[in-house]
């Protein structure tokens, strides 16, 4: 409640602030390569990525470098990964749910999604962004067999160097209820979650000043690799390791 008060006695300079990030901000394209394709040898693992911005790999030159093309690799030693990409700049998660609902069906088995910042910056209530994040969940189980599903937090937004004050102050105190909304979803759901942590390090953000760069969507792509890693061992009684270097 604190944070509407604030936020209506802030409107105009945040009205202001937000119209002049928009067009000053950087724009960054979807970086070039495939975004659906198999990899790798040994159990099929059918695996779709869905979302925004950030999960589409917005800050690197080419998807071998983003989230995605880092998954695969950590992925492809040890199963043979049928991957996809449903991710698209500027979506919130009532377009990442029209967009899959009109998608035509087709089996998966493991989901990671990207989605919150687009839900901040357009004014999303948490309430909507809650209903929409669990029937979302719904969506992925019951249309596309999804058996994980592994939702991201919402990064620190109140660190985003794009950001100038206090817009930055208040999209970082929104995107914070927000993602306590989204851990909500996990545990209710029994679904896996991905804390994002930022120690205000900006050699590790895109140019722009608002997207991860190459290192932090290696480190978020082997943050979900241990996910499924523990999932698909508790399926098969198996192990296997995976290396991600220096985390």
């Given at each position: 409640?604190?944070?509407?008060?604030?936020?209506?006695?802030?409107?105009?300079?945040?009205?202001?602030?937000?119209?002049?990030?928009?067009?000053?901000?950087?724009?960054?394209?979807?970086?070039?390569?495939?975004?659906?394709?198999?990899?790798?040898?040994?159990?099929?693992?059918?695996?779709?990525?869905?979302?925004?911005?950030?999960?589409?790999?917005?800050?690197?030159?080419?998807?071998?470098?983003?989230?995605?093309?880092h998954l695969v690799r950590l992925l492809?030693?040890?199963?043979?990964?049928?991957?996809?990409?449903?991710?698209?700049?500027?979506?919130?998660?009532?377009?990442?749910?029209?967009?899959?609902?009109?998608?035509?069906?087709?089996?998966?088995?493991?989901?990671?999604?990207?989605?919150?910042?687009?839900?901040?910056?357009?004014?999303?209530?948490?309430?909507?962004?809650?209903?929409?994040?669990?029937?979302?969940?719904?969506?992925?189980?019951?249309?596309?067999?999804?058996?994980?599903?592994?939702?991201?937090?919402?990064?620190?937004?109140?660190?985003?160097?794009?950001?100038?004050?206090?817009?930055?102050?208040?999209?970082?105190?929104?995107?914070?209820?927000?993602?306590?909304?989204?851990?909500?979803?996990?545990?209710?759901?029994?679904?896996?979650?991905?804390?994002?942590?930022?120690?205000?390090?900006?050699?590790?953000?895109?140019s722009d000043g608002y997207h991860p760069?190459?290192?932090?969507?290696?480190?978020?792509?082997?943050?979900?690799?241990?996910?499924?890693?523990?999932?698909?061992?508790?399926?098969?009684?198996?192990?296997?390791?995976?290396?991600?270097?220096?985390?």
């Amino acid at each position: 409640m604190w944070q509407l008060l604030v936020g209506v006695l802030l409107a105009p300079i945040l009205i202001v602030q937000g119209l002049s990030t928009r067009w000053t901000t950087e724009r960054l394209p979807e970086p070039e390569g495939n975004r659906r394709g198999r990899s790798g040898s040994g159990p099929l693992l059918r695996v779709l990525i869905v979302g925004d911005s950030a999960a589409a790999g917005v800050g690197c030159e080419h998807q071998q470098q983003a989230l995605l093309g880092h998954l695969v690799r950590l992925l492809s030693p040890h199963f043979t990964v049928e991957y996809q990409l449903a991710a698209f700049t500027g979506d919130t998660s009532k377009d990442c749910l029209e967009k899959l609902n009109a998608r035509p069906v087709f089996e998966c088995d493991v989901v990671l999604t990207s989605l919150g910042v687009n839900d901040v910056t357009s004014g999303c209530s948490a309430g909507k962004f809650e209903q929409r994040q669990d029937q979302l969940a719904s969506l992925l189980q019951n249309k596309f067999g999804a058996t994980q599903i592994i939702l991201s937090g919402l990064p620190p937004m109140g660190y985003f160097p794009a950001l100038p004050q206090p817009l930055r102050w208040f999209l970082g105190s929104r995107a914070t209820v927000l993602d306590f909304r989204l851990r909500k979803i996990a545990t209710e759901r029994n679904l896996d979650y991905i804390e994002f942590e930022f120690d205000g390090d900006t050699s590790v953000v895109a140019s722009d000043g608002y997207h991860p760069g190459p290192k932090v969507y290696e480190h978020w792509a082997g943050l979900a690799v241990e996910l499924i890693q523990t999932h698909q061992n508790n399926k098969s009684n198996a192990s296997f390791d995976y290396s991600l270097g220096d985390k």
